[in-house]
């Protein structure tokens, strides 16, 4: 997951408001749509996890109803990839890596889901309108769909710079051109756009969109590069680590996320319940770990 308490709803990493308390619903399933080989984008109906479900934070469903011994013991945590308040339906865009999105990749219109949320951090909107520059490799793309249609309907000129392995990896483009993002797609074989990582074409895109602000999610060497990159140019940016995330409210401190400047009380965040949305400046990654600097 991207892998996202201090925000209210509607808030990012930023707010300093209580947020509503998540529901737990059983919630029916409005569609599962394959968007790529093993990539599938889950639409539910919930007009209450709706209204507080910004992009950027995450939702706990449970996926223990498949049977015998590869049943999950611990529910899933997925990013809120969109929603809807108005029409109280909300998606989560998800990649099958294991026996808990296998069978969630087979829930149809007439099933239903268990889903606890939503939890975390989302992003937060820039104080001020101009261009913003979204950054994602791999699935990390998931929650910055709904973000990109957020940004264009605030009035921002939403830059996309996406990226993957090869072109059945690669999702989303269509969702960024309807949301009116200008996107630049990069894929390692060369299948689809340029042919290499977003880290190589990071600082040509800065220099022409000269962004207000930065959003990222993906892997710890491109949230690493977003992250110095922002830092140096002095760009507001907030990232999405991804992180194992097991109960999903704080209390068993499973996703400890080193603090780049660590206080007297703790050298950690939780990515569940302090993030997964941190400011770039917070939160410290290096190699292909988020680790201590």
Do not use: H, N
């Given at each position: 997951m991207s892998t996202v308490v201090r925000a209210a709803a509607g808030e990012g990493p930023c707010g300093s408001r209580a947020r509503p308390s998540p529901a737990l619903e059983v919630c029916p399933v409005v569609s599962n749509t394959r968007l790529a080989p093993a990539t599938y984008r889950l639409r539910f109906f919930s007009p209450s996890i709706s209204r507080s479900a910004i992009p950027g934070r995450f939702l706990h469903i449970d996926c223990r109803a498949l049977p015998g011994a590869r049943r999950p013991i611990l529910r899933r945590p997925f990013s809120v990839s969109d929603a809807d308040a108005g029409l109280g339906w909300a998606d989560v865009v998800y990649r099958v890596v294991g026996p808990g999105t296998e069978w969630l990749s087979s829930v149809g219109p007439g099933e239903s889901v268990d889903v606890l949320g939503p939890l975390g951090n989302g992003f937060s909107l820039p104080r001020r309108r101009g261009a913003v520059l979204i950054v994602s490799g791999g699935i990390g793309i998931a929650p910055l769909l709904g973000w990109a249609r957020r940004l264009t309907g605030a009035g921002h000129r939403v830059h996309a710079l996406v990226g993957a392995r090869t072109r059945d990896s690669l999702v989303g483009l269509d969702y960024l051109s309807s949301a009116g993002a200008a996107t630049t797609a990069c894929t390692d074989d060369?299948?689809?756009?340029?042919?290499?990582?977003?880290?190589?074409?990071l600082h040509p895109v800065l220099r022409r969109v000269a962004p207000i602000q930065v959003y990222a999610c993906g892997p710890?060497?491109?949230?690493?590069?977003?992250?110095?990159?922002?830092?140096?140019?002095?760009?507001?940016?907030?990232?999405?680590?991804?992180d194992r995330i097991a109960c999903g409210i704080g209390a068993c401190?499973?996703?400890?996320?080193?603090k780049r400047h660590p206080s007297a009380g703790s050298a950690y965040f939780r990515a569940c319940a302090d993030g997964p949305v941190f400011n770039a400046a917070d939160v410290a990654i290096q190699g292909d770990e988020v680790t201590p600097s």
């Open positions: 060369g299948s689809v756009g340029f042919k290499g990582t977003v880290c190589e074409l710890s060497p491109v949230l690493r590069a977003v992250q110095s990159a922002a830092l140096a140019l002095d760009i507001p940016c907030e990232i999405s680590v991804e401190v499973g996703c400890a996320v080193p």
